[in-house]
């Protein structure tokens, strides 16, 4: 069974840092990418950030240039920094694990992110 463990939200003034983790317990059997969305109330669940088996990335344009993802194999680990925050970016985020070729994923409980002006 995959579970997913979001980790380092918080609060922080606009412009500051964050970095989010995401840890991967158990075994996918599969190649598999992962994303980070995120969701702020009221609104739809939104792309943030991707980065498939061949660790090509991905990223929403609202947060080009600001965020960046990446990945610790060994350690089963997906990061999402985040620079330059807005008071926009504030929501939840969630990472999610998805199998190529399949519509087989999983969503982790979510992490969240408030950005005061």
């Known amino acids: 069974q995959v579970q997913l463990v979001e980790s380092g939200g918080g609060s922080v003034q606009a412009g500051g840092s964050l970095r989010l983790s995401c840890a991967i317990s158990?075994?996918?059997?599969?190649?598999?990418?992962m994303s980070w969305y995120r969701q702020a109330p009221g609104l739809e669940r939104e792309f943030v950030a991707r980065?498939?088996?061949?660790?090509?990335?991905n990223y929403g344009d609202s947060v080009k240039g600001r965020f960046t993802i990446s990945r610790d194999g060994a350690k089963n680990l997906v990061y999402l920094q985040m620079n330059s925050l807005k008071p926009e970016d504030t929501a939840m985020y969630y990472c999610?694990?998805?199998?190529?070729?399949?519509?087989?994923?999983?969503w982790g409980q979510g992490t969240q992110v408030t950005v005061s002006s």
């Open positions: 980065i498939d088996s061949a660790d090509t990335t």
């Open positions: 999610k694990l998805y199998c190529r070729g399949s519509l087989l994923n999983y």
């Open positions: 158990g075994s996918p059997d599969c190649r598999y990418g």
